[in-house]
Every structure is written in C-alpha cells, then in structure tokens.
C-alpha cells in the first residue's frame, strides 16, 4: 500500500493566478520539479527555513519541499533577522533562503529559485524530463512542515506536522467548505500563518486554484485582489470582513466570491448577519496552529457560534477549557533537545483556550492566559475585544491588562480607528450600555503599525502599553485617558 498523494497535476488548466498572470498546472510541476533537484542535490532530506514578502516564492518552496522530501520552515518576515535565525535553529533548519534574511550561521541555498517559469526546459541543461513534468507527488508521512504559533502570548513555539496530519484537516474542512477542482481560493493569509498553509494544502487536496496577493508594498486593496480573478473562496479575520463590509460594491451581486472562511479571532453577530444578507456563504472555524488550523467548522448565517453536533475530537473541560484529539493534531513542539509531544496518555492536547459549550454550540471566548483579575473581578480580554467592535469608530482593537496600584491589573486597549478617536464623555456613554464599568479601558492607545493585524503580538503590545503608561501617567485624569503617540 502506497503512502503517496498527488498534489499538482502537469496540464494546461490554471493552477494559480499571480496577478494578472496565469500559471498553468504544467508550469508549476515544471518549475517544482526544478527547485525540488536542487533541494535533492544538496540531501535526500532536510529542512529549509524559508523568509518572503512574495507569496508566490512561498508557494513555490512548499511544493518543492513537498516534492523532495523537506521540510517547509515559513517564518514571518516581521521579526528581526536575529529572532528569524534563533526561530530557524530551534526548527533545526539546515538551510535557508533566502541568505539576507537570515544571519550567516545558517547556510544559505542563495540559487533556489533561478527558474524560468515558462521554459519548458531546464536552465543549466537540455534534460527533456523537465519538458513534460511529471506530476507532483509525495509521501503522506513526510515531515511536511514546521510552522510557528504567533506568539502572542509568549515565546512562539515549533510545531511538526506530518503531511498526512495537513491531510487530515482538509479532508475534514473541503466538503463543509464545497471547495473542489471548479473553485479559486484567494490566499489572503500568509504561509507562514497555520490557516494560510492549511489553505494551500485544501487547495491541493481538491485540485482547486489559488490565487495569490501581490508582494508586500505592492496594491494591496482586498477587493481589489477579489475582483482581478474568478475566486469563489476566502478566508478573512474579523477586521478584514469589517472593512470589506464598509464598501457597497462587497457584495455577491458583483463578484465570483461565495464562500468565505472567519478565524483568527471572534466574529461580531452583526458582521455575520451583514454579510450572509449580501448574498455570501460564512464558514466558523475554530483551530490553532497545533491542529493544523480548522478542526471544527460549520456554516454560520447569523450567530458567531460553531456547530460542533457529533464532533468527537474536541471537548470543553470542568474548567471551560477546550481540548482536542484526532488525526489533525501535529507530532508535537520541536526544541534543539528534541520533539515534545502535544497530548497527554489519554491522547487529548489541552489548548488553553476557553470556551462554552452548550446543546452542540461552541462560542470561543478566549485564551485561559489572556484572562486577568481586576479588583477581584475576572476580565477575559477578547470578550471586551469583541464588544469594542461593535463601536462604528473603531476598525481594530486589542484589549491587555496594565499594572495598577489599587485594582491589581486595568484594561488597555490598542485601537485602529476608522479616522479618529470620538468624544472620551461620548465614548463612556456608549460603553456604560456595553460593559461593566471595570471593563473599561482606563487607556487608548493608538495601533502600532508594526503589529502583524492577522495575529498581534499580545505581549509585545502589553510592554509597549506599560512604557507609555509609564512616561504619561502624569496625565490621567477622570479614570480615563487617551494616548495619541
């Protein structure tokens, strides 16, 4: 019984859009099979550390590696080159691409990707295997990926997942999503997030297209990127389906787009309810980078909760944490002293997060290590997160706690506003018919633009917050304030 997968098929059908350029199943093959001998030429196995701002680089290094037997090591060019190689070591890279983005302790692969995309040969030669490309294959117990949790709160951890792990998720996510070889998916996250390689390895296992962004510091307005090819499928994060809702022209009547995936984070009712009214499918899924993104997921029309009916791989404990198990989860968390295993000798891996679970319906509320006391009262950050949204004036918001000499610990949040900050009498007025009042931000403090806003850093935003309290705290007043810097 043989272990391998077809992933891409060498014909003429697209396979994936880059803009304006299409590029056809064969090509792809073509220029897999061509980094894939040069990943082989090196050794029959390793591990390549991978940092671009160009998703289609990225597509094309996970094929590769898929194809050679390597393991794929996205890592987000967000962090500093040093933070990159310690991430690099601590997923036991051997190599990496490309040499500037990461230090030179770590051997570079600096030709990878000298490929001509639409030569039907190879470069370097007149090998005629590479005229007619085989189909991509590889092995389902492969070590297809190490991918990085965000970090948000904490040390981002390396997790290792075998390719059958990835398969697993997307046989389970496919038919709930109709994704097949009739649909486009738009990669609106990036590979080295969970859900953006998760989204690649669906669109492999259903043959469907994936359209790709352009580089970073290219056009990059979402509704653009929807309307420039026939995409049926996208996934968004909360902010991103807010803005897009913002605009009259998102809407099915104009666009190819029927089925949308939301994670990363919780989902207003009122967003969901706007956007199933404008004609499009909505998809709640609840994951982590551990289970390879998405282990539960149903269609939502108006209430942010997942229909978790019959799903044994996932519980909620006596104390409202979730727990998963099953095919999806990752080998464990790798270290230089070796892999760690995620589950317990019950085979169940505790996630940390927090949720309630009732008649079959699961409302995430929240990661366990996130919740604060605040003058003896408990405040879960994203159930203040998830109500601030609903303010007309704000776009993003990230709710963490502050040292405080009379209640212990006090809400701040970081806002992205739609253009400024209101009226502060106004704003309490409207929070006094939202929130308690020790649910208050005591601060706000403009986002940093810095901050990934697919998945911020928490910790970082929580020292950030404590500097400029800090260096203001001569200014507070009225137990509230605002910090525009």
Known sequence: MTNKVGLIQPNENPAIYRGTQNVSGRQ??????????????QSSTGRLAVCHDDAFFLVLLAGACLAAGWTFVPISYRWPQAARTTMANQACADYCWPSDAFDESLPALADLIEIDLFDG????????????????????????????????????????????????AAD????????????????????????????LIRCLRAGAVIALPPATGALTDLLQQLQQAPITHCSLVATQLQRLL??????????????????????????????????????????????GAAIALSAVTTKAHIDVTGLDCLRVDSQGQIQLRGAQLACGYLAANGLTPLIDSQGW????DVAELSAGKLIIRGRADNQFISGGENIQPEMVEQVLRQHTDIEQVLVVAADDREFGKRPVAFVRWHQRMPNLTELQAWLASQLPKF???????????EQDSVKPNRQQLAALAAGKILSNCHNASNGAQSERE
């Not at 389970?172 to 989204?199: D, K, R, T």
């Open 28 to 41: 792809w093959c073509h220029s897999t099979w061509q980094i894939a001998a040069r990943l082989k030429a």
């Open 121 to 168: 040969k190879r470069r370097r030669n007149n090998d005629e295997s590479f005229a007619a490309p085989q189909a991509i294959e590889a092995d389902l117990t492969l070590h297809a990926s190490v991918l990085f949790t965000s970090g948000s709160s904490g040390q981002p951890k390396a997790v290792l997942h075998q390719l059958q792990q990835h398969w697993a």
């Open 172 to 199: 389970y996510c496919n038919p709930i999503l109709q994704l097949s070889a009739n649909s486009c998916w738009l990669a609106s996250l990036p590979l080295f997030h969970a859900a953006g390689y998760s989204l």
């Open 246 to 291: 913002e605009t009259p022209k998102f809407h099915a009547d104009n666009l190819t787009l029927r089925h949308i995936m939301l994670g990363g984070g919780p989902v207003s009712d009122a967003s969901i309810q706007q956007a199933s009214e404008r004609g499009f499918k909505l998809y709640l899924g609840y994951g982590m980078t551990e289970s």
């Open 349 to 352: 891996f505790a996630t940390g």
């Open 439 to 449: 649910m208050w931000p005591i601060h706000w403090l403009d986002w940093p633009p």
